[in-house]
């Protein structure tokens, strides 16, 4: 097989590494066996056929039900808080006809799949026909076949999807999904609190800090940015003793009470609550807090680097409404429409174009590198190596034990 070359460009180079990393384990080279596929993913069950349902063919009664149903994180699509509605959504809606009802049930990948998986391994409807999930995730919701396969002829915009990634190893020719949003994770802090603001992973352990630092409840970002902390090439040939190194570093911290909790996205309830000072972040989560809250909040990718990551949409293997659902996705590869989400949860855009468009949507953040990235900015940006089986099944444990689940 032809290696598949990576772009030039420097910038899609890291954002196409990032989407071919931190896949799942499960698209390793080869395969695995049944046992190793539900050892690693940790269910009884067996795969599903694709577009199954309780042993039938899913319906799709999208023409004479105009709704579609999202699941996706907190602060993740423009919002306006006086009216208590998703702009962008409403303009769809007046578009199409369709409904969409959009809720912010992800709080964490495992949490998320954790409690659909039962659903999903029986083929049954889970109530959502878009949900967005990390690569790593999405790729296991394929390789399950707990999603159905895309019709590319209701989302003519894919096209604009970055050249560069229209091609990802967990998912080859985006068969199965579409890249959402891209980002980082690193530290933030209260700069009230901590005037003197923060450089590293270990400036979390400050005395003064204690019992007001969360951590992120996702492996790959917060054991990523600690290995890095370590002096741990993360994106290289790093084992046991390196990842044991920094798990020892966390369960030392949370028994000392340094720690407060380690959270999915709900963190940012404590920051506001001001019950967590210092947190490993999401970045476009802290620019969303300081536009709402008034500026209260620093994001820094540490001195030892922070990670880098893409979340993915994606159509549950029963959803009764999978072309309002392409519909949808349409919708948003359309680069003045991505540009708007961007422009509001300030993340990486997916859609070629989106830059250009940002010009008319709000010009003052066309050179925001946590929207679209210098090549500067992105050296200090990191992707966690893919995970064999063993290994994925290995840490997800000890990592769970370490925060008490």
Same mark, same amino acid.
């Given at each position: 097989? =032809?290696?598949?070359?990576?772009?030039?460009?420097?910038?899609?180079?890291?954002?196409?590494?990032?989407?071919?990393?931190?896949?799942?384990?499960?698209?390793?080279?080869?395969?695995?066996?049944?046992?190793?596929?539900?050892?690693?993913?940790?269910?009884?069950?067996?795969?599903?056929? !694709?577009?199954?349902?309780?042993?039938?063919?899913?319906?799709?009664?999208?023409?004479?039900?105009?709704?579609?149903?999202?699941?996706?994180?907190?602060?993740?699509?423009?919002?306006?808080?006086?009216?208590?509605?998703?702009?962008?959504?409403?303009?769809?809606?007046?578009? =199409?006809?369709?409904?969409?009802?959009?809720?912010?049930?992800?709080?964490?990948?495992?949490?998320?799949?954790?409690?659909?998986?039962g659903q999903l391994a029986a083929g049954q409807d889970i109530g959502q026909d878009i949900v967005t999930l990390t690569d790593w995730m999405t790729a296991r919701m394929i390789r399950l076949g707990y999603t159905q396969e895309l019709d590319r002829s209701n989302i003519p915009n894919a096209k604009n999807l970055l050249r560069n990634l229209q091609d990802v190893?967990?998912?080859?020719?985006?068969?199965?999904?579409? =890249?959402?949003?891209?980002?980082?994770?690193?530290?933030?802090?209260?700069?009230?609190?901590?005037?003197?603001?923060?450089?590293?992973?270990?400036?979390?352990?400050?005395?003064?800090?204690?019992?007001?630092?969360? #951590?992120?409840?996702?492996?790959?970002?917060?054991?990523?940015?600690?290995?890095?902390?370590?002096? #741990?090439?993360?994106?290289?040939?790093?084992?046991?003793? &390196?990842?044991?190194?920094?798990?020892?570093? *966390?369960?030392? &911290?949370?028994?000392?009470? !340094?720690?407060?909790?380690?959270?999915?996205?709900?963190?940012?309830?404590?920051?506001?609550?001001?019950?967590?000072? %210092?947190?490993?972040?999401?970045?476009?989560?802290? =620019?969303?807090?300081?536009?709402?809250?008034?500026?209260?909040?620093?994001?820094?990718?540490?001195?030892?680097?922070?990670?880098?990551?893409?979340?993915?949409?994606?159509?549950?293997?029963?959803?009764?409404?999978?072309?309002? %659902?392409?519909? *949808?996705?349409?919708?948003?590869?359309?680069?003045?429409?991505?540009?708007?989400?961007?422009?509001?949860?300030?993340?990486?855009?997916?859609?070629?174009? %989106?830059?250009?468009?940002?010009?008319?949507?709000?010009?003052?953040?066309?050179?925001?590198?946590?929207?679209?990235?210098?090549?500067?900015?992105?050296?200090?940006?990191?992707?966690?190596?893919?995970?064999?089986?063993? &290994?994925?099944?290995?840490?997800?444990?000890?990592? !769970?034990?370490?925060?008490?689940?």
């Amino acid at each position: 097989m =032809t290696p598949r070359r990576l772009p030039e460009d420097p910038q899609l180079r890291r954002l196409v590494v990032a989407q071919m990393s931190r896949r799942n384990v499960l698209t390793g080279a080869g395969g695995l066996t049944l046992a190793g596929l539900l050892a690693a993913c940790g269910t009884g069950g067996t795969p599903t056929s !694709q577009g199954s349902a309780e042993g039938g063919a899913v319906v799709d009664r999208s023409a004479e039900e105009k709704i579609v149903n999202w699941a996706n994180w907190t602060l993740y699509l423009d919002y306006d808080s006086e009216a208590q509605t998703y702009p962008s959504l409403d303009a769809f809606t007046k578009q =199409t006809g369709i409904q969409a009802n959009y809720s912010e049930d992800i709080d964490g990948n495992d949490s998320y799949f954790g409690k659909v998986q039962g659903q999903l391994a029986a083929g049954q409807d889970i109530g959502q026909d878009i949900v967005t999930l990390t690569d790593w995730m999405t790729a296991r919701m394929i390789r399950l076949g707990y999603t159905q396969e895309l019709d590319r002829s209701n989302i003519p915009n894919a096209k604009n999807l970055l050249r560069n990634l229209q091609d990802v190893d967990f998912d080859p020719g985006r068969k199965h999904s579409l =890249t959402w949003q891209s980002g980082f994770a690193g530290i933030a802090w209260n700069k009230k609190a901590i005037p003197g603001g923060l450089k590293s992973v270990s400036d979390l352990w400050n005395p003064e800090l204690r019992g007001r630092v969360e #951590v992120l409840d996702e492996m790959r970002d917060t054991l990523g940015l600690m290995m890095l902390e370590n002096g #741990v090439d993360i994106g290289g040939n790093w084992g046991d003793d &390196e990842f044991d190194n920094a798990l020892d570093d *966390l369960r030392r &911290e949370i028994a000392n009470g !340094q720690i407060r909790q380690v959270k999915g996205n709900s963190y940012k309830q404590d920051l506001i609550s001001e019950d967590a000072l %210092a947190v490993v972040a999401w970045s476009g989560d802290i =620019t969303q807090l300081n536009f709402e809250q008034g500026d209260k909040w620093e994001f820094i990718l540490p001195e030892a680097g922070g990670t880098l990551w893409s979340d993915n949409l994606m159509v549950p293997v029963a959803s009764p409404h999978k072309t309002n %659902a392409e519909k *949808l996705m349409n919708f948003y590869y359309d680069p003045e429409n991505a540009a708007t989400v961007a422009a509001w949860v300030n993340y990486i855009s997916p859609v070629a174009g %989106a830059r250009e468009a940002m010009e008319k949507v709000d010009p003052s953040l066309v050179d925001n590198p946590l929207i679209f990235p210098t090549d500067e900015y992105l050296a200090d940006a990191h992707v966690i190596r893919t995970l064999s089986a063993d &290994e994925e099944t290995k840490y997800n444990d000890r990592f !769970q034990k370490a925060i008490g689940n």
